[in-house]
């Protein structure tokens, strides 16, 4: 029976290659099983990748998700916030953004997605509270620091009320 000769496509050829110069050989995960787990998963794929790459999804949320993942932050993510007044705005840019995103509209059949909007004393409230345990748990650490180091000598006095001193 008559065979045609056999036909290798550019791309064969090259995998040929490197089979032969010993590219594939000793890789990463060689003889290791394949993890299957998240395969029901129809976003396994992106979510390897952010895996992979230490991406952060959040940005990738629709608007009503990403505005209840920021108000489940508070307090907590204001401590750095130094006065109560910045607090204040943080909060009431937050209220204005779930207001505009309940403008928008609602796409597709299901029913929209609605963030809700914080109570401006209530946050406050709860930063001076979460900013009050921070300070003890700084003075705290300071103390322990403070006795760690043994009995404090008084400071020295600066080098130019010591050279006065001596004229």
């Known amino acids: ?16 290659e490197a089979q032969e110069r010993g590219d ?15 395969s029901d ?3 396994w794929w992106i979510k390897r990748y952010a895996a992979r790459e230490n991406l952060d999804l959040g940005g990738a949320l629709p608007g009503p998700l990403a505005l209840r993942k920021e108000a489940a932050g508070y307090p907590d993510s204001l401590v750095d916030v130094s006065r109560e ?4 705005e943080i909060i009431e840019d937050y209220n204005k953004r779930v207001l505009a995103d309940r403008l928008r509209p609602a ?9 809700r909007t ?33 009995p404090s000598t008084e400071p ?11 004229s």
């Open 41 to 43: 998963d129809p976003d």
């Open 118 to 150: 914080l109570d401006v004393e209530e946050m406050v409230e709860g930063w001076r509270r979460v900013r009050a345990e921070q300070q003890a748990q700084r003075a705290a650490a300071a103390a322990a620091a403070q006795q760690e180091a043994g």
């Open 107 to 115: 796409v597709g059949n299901l029913p929209p997605l609605l963030a």
């Open 1 to 16: 029976m008559f065979q045609p000769p056999y036909y290798e496509s550019a791309v064969e050829k090259a995998i040929r």
């Open 24 to 38: 594939f050989d000793n890789l990463p995960g060689a003889g290791k099983p394949l993890n299957l787990d998240d």
């Open 156 to 166: 020295r006095p600066s080098w130019w009320r010591r050279l006065r001193r001596r």
């Open 85 to 88: 007044q910045n607090v204040r």
